[in-house]
């Protein structure tokens, strides 16, 4: 078999004793490709077995529906013992099916077992909602200039087939410290912090309607205040339930921004109010072939349409032929919204440290490479010694 998964590691792999593991699809009768969905109080798995060779034409997906809160152990044996599932049935019109059978180990009847599964479900004392907190901190220092950053976030979701919640905040804080001379030094501070929210309800297989909103800071951006509220639609050209491999989305937003500046900006104002409205069309594939993604959005200002912003994006991994692959991904951004920058002309420092953002007309990056593996095929050896 021929695994494609982005988070599967060895030791799902050795767990596995009944299957032959090669390196390329060349060489597969099974392949098999794991993909993970995006939702936010739970992981859903999506596990796809199509047969090459004597097994061509036949295909099978199973699922696989784990707690956010899953630890990486809980997902490798369930995930494993889903492929095993999965790669039986191709398994069993082998040679290798003669050594195959079925245990069932658990001390209720297997109708008992399942009623009590479901039951469990049924009496979630979270009603669904998924809670996580972090932090981190650092600090550098040598005699000429030392640095120190903190930034620490909490979030609260809760998915279900209905509804879709989730509220986030965010804070960081930077400071630095540089001695240009021994009787000059130039000191910095830096931070910003957000609250935001989201409430999307589902309005079948290809609509949802929902409203985003939040309330933010940035010294970077020269915003003491920015209060936003946007209801918005979305339309997805496939079935919602085939987002974990395709997907094709159209979505309408409309809202209000309240803007409150530190410094006067360059249209001499220190508050003010503006709608806004945007439209942004995604596309997604991950196939046994790859992955494939692009995106466009395009934004603007109410109040003054020569405000706006049309940003492109897209990302491509495609196998080209037995053991190559590629990789791209890119974005450009043509901006003509900065209407909140500071008038006043920044410092050298300023802009050599980046602590003000400065006027622009565009922003693009991009990326790209290539992989190529040959060799032996069929190695799948794990060997943890000296893995650090």
């Not at 986030?168 to 804080?173: E, V």
């Not at 009787?183 to 929210?197: A, H, I, N």
């Not at 589902?202 to 209801?231: D, F, I």
């Not at 003054?304 to 912003?309: L, Q």
Request: aromatic share 12%.
């Amino acid at each position: 078999m021929f695994l494609s998964c982005e988070r599967c590691d060895d030791p799902l792999k050795s767990a596995i004793t009944f299957a032959q593991f090669v390196t390329t699809r060349d060489g597969a009768d099974v392949d098999v490709t794991v993909s993970e969905a995006t939702e936010t109080d739970q992981r859903v798995w999506t596990v796809e077995f199509a047969g090459k060779g004597t097994f061509e034409g036949q295909a099978r997906r199973l699922t696989l529906e784990l707690p956010a809160s899953a630890t990486a152990e809980e997902v490798r044996g369930r995930l494993t013992r889903l492929i095993r599932f999965g790669l039986a049935e191709f398994a069993f019109r082998t040679s290798a099916g003669a050594h195959l059978d079925v245990s069932f180990e658990s001390g209720q009847a297997p109708g008992q077992e399942a009623a009590a599964a479901a039951g469990s479900r049924a009496r979630d004392p979270w009603n669904y909602w998924v809670f996580r907190m972090s932090t981190s901190g650092d600090r550098y220092g040598e005699r000429s200039q030392s640095s120190s950053y903190f930034s620490g976030s909490a979030s609260a979701n809760r998915t279900t087939e209905a509804w879709k919640i989730r509220l986030s905040a965010y804070r960081s804080l930077s400071r630095s410290r540089f001695m240009v001379t021994e009787d000059e030094t130039f000191r910095t501070k830096e931070g910003d912090w957000s609250t935001d929210g989201l409430l999307v309800k589902s309005l079948g297989e290809h609509w949802s309607a929902g409203v985003t909103g939040g309330v933010s800071a940035s010294t970077y951006s020269n915003q003491k205040l920015l209060m936003t509220l946007n209801p918005a639609v979305e339309y997805d050209v496939f079935p919602y339930s085939e987002s974990s491999h395709r997907s094709l989305t159209i979505q309408y937003a409309l809202g209000v921004s309240r803007y409150r500046y530190h410094q006067l900006t360059l249209f001499d104002k220190l508050e003010e109010t503006m709608a806004r409205h945007s439209l942004t069309t995604s596309l997604g594939f991950r196939q046994p072939w790859g992955t494939a993604g692009a995106g466009v959005t395009f934004s603007q200002s109410l109040n003054t349409t020569a405000f706006n912003r049309l940003s492109l994006s897209g990302n491509l991994n495609i196998r080209i032929f037995r053991g190559f692959t590629v990789n791209a991904n890119g974005s450009f951004s043509r901006i003509r919204d900065q209407f909140y920058l500071e008038k006043s002309d920044a410092s050298e420092e300023e802009i050599l440290l980046r602590l003000r953002q400065i006027a622009t007309g565009h922003r693009y990056s991009f990326s790209s490479g290539f992989t190529y593996s040959f060799g032996s095929l069929s190695n799948a050896t794990v060997n943890p010694r000296f893995g650090g």
